[in-house]
């Protein structure tokens, strides 16, 4: 099946920093990806839609001045935590769109758990 | 907004013992998916259903879509320890996966050698 990496697996970063994930589909081109959170033992919730080229859809109750989406090639989107807190420790999960419109399947990256001191 | 809801939210059965999970949308769905995520891990793809009261089974797992679109199952038979997890059902909305997927809260099945 597809392959979708996921860069870093883990950070630990201060509170106040900025930190950036990167979500890459190795094997095919992904014009959307998306961007999930999932808290512990917790089912994930969808964040935002990244579009290669135009900007990222926000699901309701997402900043998106402080999740701050860029989809600038058809292989990589990059989700960066600005100004980062403890409450945004979390695992964020990536996935990109493959297939046509109407049988679309995600794959998803490994995650990245972000811990906020 | 579109709501998933999956039960059991916890199953303990024995090894070898059936599992069921069952999940209900409130809206008519395009497709929806099964993930398996292990603890630590990622969600895995399992399958795809599309079409109103399609059946799909891979092995020992039988996939069902309802005649409405709007709920689906997924069960194994004879369960192993190998199928410990959670079990995520994910909606895709009538536009299309393109939209994002709704995920359900997931069943985790816990299995009793």
């Known amino acids: 099946g597809a392959v979708v990496s996921q860069h870093p697996s883990r950070v630990i970063c201060k509170s106040g920093t900025s930190v950036k994930i990167e979500c890459r589909s190795l094997?095919?081109?992904?014009?959307?990806m998306f961007w999930y959170r999932q808290f512990p033992k917790q089912s994930l919730m969808l964040m935002a839609t990244?579009?290669?080229?135009?900007?990222?859809?926000?699901e309701q109750g997402v900043e998106k001045d402080k999740f701050l989406i860029n989809h600038a090639s058809l292989t990589l989107s990059t989700l960066t935590v600005t100004s980062a807190h403890p409450e945004d420790s979390s695992f964020y999960i990536c996935?990109?769109?493959?297939?046509?419109?109407?049988?679309?399947?995600?794959?998803f990256g490994p995650g990245t758990r972000l811990t906020v001191l | 907004g579109q709501q998933v809801m999956q039960i059991p939210q916890y199953q303990h059965v024995q090894e070898g013992e059936d599992f069921t999970t069952y999940c209900n949308s409130s809206?008519?769905?395009?497709?929806i998916q099964w993930y398996k995520q292990r603890p630590g891990g990622h969600p895995v793809f399992l399958i795809q259903?599309?079409?109103?009261?399609e059946v799909k089974k891979q092995k020992r797992l039988t996939f069902q879509f309802g005649e409405a679109k709007k709920n689906s199952s997924l069960h194994i038979t004879a369960t192993q320890t190998t199928d410990v997890g959670t079990y995520f059902c994910?909606?895709?909305?009538?536009?299309?996966?393109?939209?994002?997927?709704?995920f359900g809260k997931g069943t985790h099945l816990i299995i009793q050698p």
């Open positions: 996935s990109a769109l493959s297939g046509g419109p109407s049988t679309d399947t995600q794959y």
């Open positions: 809206t008519t769905l395009s497709n």
């Open positions: 259903l599309v079409k109103s009261g």
């Open positions: 990244s579009n290669e080229g135009s900007k990222a859809t926000y």
């Open positions: 994910a909606g895709a909305a009538a536009g299309g996966g393109a939209d994002g997927l709704t």
């Open positions: 094997d095919f081109q992904a014009t959307t």
